[in-house]
Each structure stands twice: as C-alpha cells, then as structure tokens.
C-alpha cells in the first residue's frame, strides 16, 4: 500500500449556517499529483485553507504528512508548501530575496540557503532574473518564483489554489513543465485546485469534483468519464454532471473579485 | 526538510528579526517616503512651534516652548506614521503574502512583533530630522551617547506599539476603506490627550485622567526628558519605560492572537 500524505476525515467548516465544506472523507498518496475541481463557491480554496493549518475546521480531522492539522499544526506547517491563488510574493524585493526570507522562516541551515536558493531559481529558469525586483516580472515568472519559494524547504506536499489563473496558455505549460519536474525530481505530492479541465485531465493522477461543499466524484480521469454509464464521456461532461453549470453557483462577491485580482496583477 | 532542533526562544527572536529584514529590505529599494515623511515634523515645528513660541500663551515653566514642543512632535510624527501601518497589512492580505506567511511554521508573535520593529527602525528617520530642525531652531539638547540611546530605544519601542495596536485594528476591520477611518478618528484623541504640545498641567481634570491612561504620554515625557538638556521627567525615566514595554507586549500578544484571521 502507498504511503498516505493527506487523510481527510469528514472534515467540514461552518461560517454560521453554510457549510462550506461538509464532511469530506479522502485520501491522497504520497507522490500523487491530486486536482481538486469544483464550480466557484463549491469549497476548493476552504479545504485547502484547513489543510494548510489557515482555517480550523468546525469538525472531523485531518492529518498531513501525519500530523494532525488540528493538534500539531507546526509540524504540518513544516512539512507544506503553499501556493495562494493570490499573488504571495513581494513586488519591491527581488526574486533571490523573497527566497532569501523563507529560506530564513524555514529553518534551512545557514550553511545550505546559498545554495538551495541557487538550485531552486535554476529549477525555476529564473537564475538569470533572481536580482530583479519582482515588480519587473511576469505573471508565469511570479508564479514560478512563488513555487521555488514554497518549495525551497523540500516540502512533502504541496498544496496550489488555481496556479494558473490568470496565465497565458506558453506561462502556464512553463508552469506545469516544472510542478512536474518537481514531482518526479524530489517525489513532492501535489494538491491543487483549477478550473481548466484539461490541466486536471493531463497532469493528475486522481481528480476529485467538489459541488456545494461534499465530494461529488472521486478516480482517474478514466475512472470518472465511464462512471456516468453509456459508454465514456469526456471530462468537461463528467464536471457538468457533478458540479452543475457556473450559473448555479459563482461563488461570493470576494472570491471573485480576488481571482480577477490575480488573473490582473499576473496578466 | 530540515529538521534540526531550534529552542523556542531563539527561533522566535531569530523570526523576529527576519521579519523585520524582509521589510527593511523593502524600504532599501524605495526610500523616497522616508523623504515625504519628513515635511510633516518640519511643518509642526517650523510652522505651528514657531507662532506658538512668539504668541507666549503656552506655560511651560522654565522651558522654551520650542524646546517643550520638540520631543512632543518626534512623539508625534512616531505615532503618526506607525498608526497607519496597518494598511501594509491589509494590502499584503488582498495579495497571498499574508496566508503564505502564516502557513510557514513562523510564531505568529514574531510576524507581530518583527513588523513592529520594522516600523520602529523606519520611523528613526524622524528623529533624524526633528534632532536636524530642532539644531536649526536652537533647541538645547542634549548630546550625551546615553541621551541619544533612550532616544533610539524610546523611538522604536513607541512606533512597535503604535504600529501593533494599527495590526490589531487592521485584524479587525480587514478593508482599507474601514481602516483609513477608523485610524484617522484615533490619531487626533491619541495626540491630543497627550502632553506633546501642552503640558497636562493646563488641561481640565478629565482630559489629565485620559492623558495618564494615554501612552503616547509616557512616550513624550520618556523623550523630552531624554532630549533636552536638563530636563526632568514627570513620571520617571523607569516608568515611562515600564508602561511603553508592557503595552507593547500586552498589544503584541493580541495581535498575534489576530493576525491569523486575516487568512480567513
């Protein structure tokens, strides 16, 4: 049997009467590369905030990298990366310094931060920009620089709320080019949220379709598109099926205007 | 992943002031508010110090008024620029910075408590240039490596706690709509019941109360008495330190209790 990274366990969260998330109950492998899908409002960014230790939950459990998210939240910090949808590096640093603090946050001895930040701007091709102020890049260049920083520490799972919003279709494949190459090179799990069908059906292992808080459906791609019966049907039929039209839900007034944010600040 | 043991209390110190480079680093590629924020303890006393000395309707005993006002504007302008630092705040929330660092294993006390000293370290532009304006108006102050270094301390302990309880409110309202009003409605109370531009001796009972209960007080009184040259503290040198720590540990224990909701 594979060693269990992310064991949720009817894990849910209130925010007065909506639940959110309600009583999600799954598994994700060590090495695994997991897509959590959904429509806006269906609880993607919730789960991964109680995971990251950013939201406690109302109730139910979870353990990442086997510590407990509620009582031993350090540890799962130390054991996490974590890539907002969000723009989370600082505009007016340069790229070697935004790596240079989390390298500090995370403990790296002093010894080895020289070079483990080398190694991680050359495994994001951005060696070349890591004296620019980050104000100077573009969106494919922040994210890829927000992913060296949140890996920087060798995390056993990393967890990416829609890494690609906002990205054009060259900085987005430059994006996955190197979240895989960081899967196969250091065995890192991946757990991320989209809403490109295509990214999920290309890149992931496993899929899970989240709609208005519970686990609608959950397997491989292949899995999912014969589970409807009638012979295969592709995945963009699969999500319509479980997660409903966009209309139905839309998620709240914030959370679209943060993701138009990014998609700005990135494009 | 590094798993080496670090005790608590030097991981906490060290986060601390790793958090405080990260945004002295910030300041090092942009200077030009430290620029900015010059002209407003130049208006105060150039200005408003100035017309206020030659009027002669202040009292403040044995002191020119100019030499009162002056630790009262460094106090001042401390306040003011660490009251608005919960904006930064607030802006590194709408982006990701905020939930990145508080998914990082960091003390949440330290992200409080390194920030502070953040605000603390900018604002000694201030007293740079209150000491300059004051040389030019003549101010008797006093010179002594001890003075100047209750001054430095002084500075950057009142602008950690001004600029906590600024995160605390900025925990609070979450919008920068919300915050510039309810920043802009405590800085006059805060100044004005204090003892920087008049002495709490002319002040009615009830507004001499609220002074006391003000640390902007014990801040003005910590500086002029540091300051000038010959001058003697109202309460005490040891007392306006014990009240400006303890707030400020007070202050930094609730925001780190706070800071957290921001990634909510």
């Known amino acids: 049997m594979s060693d269990i990274v992310l064991d949720l366990q009817k894990l849910t969260r209130r925010f007065g009467n909506f639940t959110a998330v309600d009583s999600?109950?799954?598994?994700?492998?060590?090495?695994?590369?997991?897509?959590?899908?959904?429509?806006?409002?269906?609880?993607?960014?919730?789960?991964?905030?109680?995971?990251t230790t950013l939201l406690p939950p109302s109730s139910g459990e979870a353990r990442v990298a086997g510590f407990s998210i509620t009582d031993q939240a350090v540890d799962v910090r130390r054991s996490i990366g974590y890539v907002p949808q969000a723009v989370s590096v600082d505009g007016s640093l340069t790229g070697y310094e935004n790596l240079l603090i989390f390298a500090k946050l995370y403990d790296l001895p002093r010894g080895e931060q020289q070079a483990r930040i080398r190694e991680a701007l050359e495994f994001m091709d951005l060696t070349a920009e890591g004296g620019r102020l980050v104000s100077q890049y573009s969106g494919g260049m922040v994210r890829r620089l927000e992913i060296a920083q949140s890996t920087l520490h060798r995390p056993r799972v990393l967890f990416l709320d829609e890494p690609t919003v906002g990205l054009d279709p060259i900085?987005?494949?430059?994006?996955?080019?190197?979240?895989?190459?960081?899967?196969?090179n250091y065995g890192t799990t991946l757990?991320?949220?989209?809403?490109?069908?295509?990214?999920?059906?290309?890149h992931c292992d496993r899929i899970a379709i989240m709609h208005l808080g519970q686990l609608d459906a959950l397997?491989?791609?292949?899995?999912?598109e014969t589970s409807l019966g009638g012979?295969?049907?592709?995945?963009?039929?699969?999500?319509v099926h479980y997660a409903g039209t966009a209309l139905e839900s839309g998620g709240t007034f914030r959370d679209v205007s943060a993701e138009r944010a990014t998609a700005q600040r990135l494009g | 992943m590094a798993t080496t043991f670090i005790h608590p209390l030097t991981g906490f110190v060290e986060k601390t002031f790793v958090i405080t480079e990260f945004e002295l680093r910030k300041l090092r590629h942009d200077f030009t508010e430290l620029v900015t924020r010059a002209l407003q303890p130049a208006l105060w006393l150039l200005v408003f110090g100035q017309v206020f000395s030659r009027s002669g309707m202040m009292h403040t005993g044995n002191v020119p008024y100019l030499d009162f006002i002056a630790p009262g504007i460094l106090a001042q302008s401390v306040l003011f620029v660490a009251i608005f630092y919960g904006i930064n705040v607030i802006w590194e929330r709408d982006l990701?910075?905020?939930?990145?660092?508080?998914?990082?294993?960091?003390?949440?006390?330290?992200?409080?408590?390194?920030?502070?000293?953040?605000?603390?370290?900018?604002?000694?532009?201030?007293?740079?240039?209150v000491y300059a304006l004051s040389l030019l108006l003549g101010v008797k102050l006093d010179w002594s490596p001890l003075a100047l270094l209750n001054v430095f301390l002084i500075v950057i302990l009142a602008a950690t706690l001004f600029s906590?309880?600024?995160?605390?409110?900025?925990?609070?309202v979450k919008t920068r709509e919300r915050f510039m009003g309810v920043g802009q409605v405590l800085t006059m109370p805060l100044f004005f019941a204090s003892n920087a531009i008049y002495p709490t001796t002319?002040?009615?009972?009830?507004?001499?109360?609220?002074?006391?209960?003000?640390?902007?007080?014990?801040?003005?009184?910590?500086?002029?008495?540091?300051?000038?040259?010959?001058?003697?503290s109202s309460f005490g040198l040891g007392i306006d330190y014990a009240v400006i720590i303890v707030t400020t540990i007070i202050l930094v224990l609730i925001g780190a209790r706070l800071y957290p909701h921001l990634a909510t």
């Open chain 1, 191 to 202: 757990f991320f949220t989209t809403h490109y069908l295509e990214e999920a059906e290309s």
């Open chain 2, 202 to 232: 002319i002040m009615p009972g009830w507004l001499k109360v609220i002074s006391h209960l003000n640390p902007l007080t014990y801040v003005v009184d910590g500086l002029r008495t540091c300051m000038l040259s010959g001058s003697t």
């Open chain 1, 231 to 239: 012979g295969a049907h592709t995945l963009s039929e699969v999500f």
């Open chain 1, 171 to 184: 900085a987005r494949d430059a994006v996955w080019k190197h979240l895989v190459d960081l899967r196969a």
């Open chain 1, 219 to 224: 397997g491989t791609t292949k899995e999912l």
């Open chain 2, 164 to 172: 906590t309880f600024s995160l605390i409110i900025a925990c609070i």
């Open chain 1, 24 to 51: 999600l109950t799954l598994s994700v492998n060590a090495g695994e590369v997991f897509g959590l899908l959904g429509s806006n409002g269906a609880g993607k960014t919730t789960t991964i905030k109680m995971l």
């Open chain 2, 96 to 129: 990701g910075i905020v939930q990145k660092f508080l998914a990082s294993p960091t003390p949440r006390a330290a992200l409080v408590l390194g920030k502070g000293f953040s605000a603390g370290i900018r604002t000694l532009s201030q007293a740079a240039v």
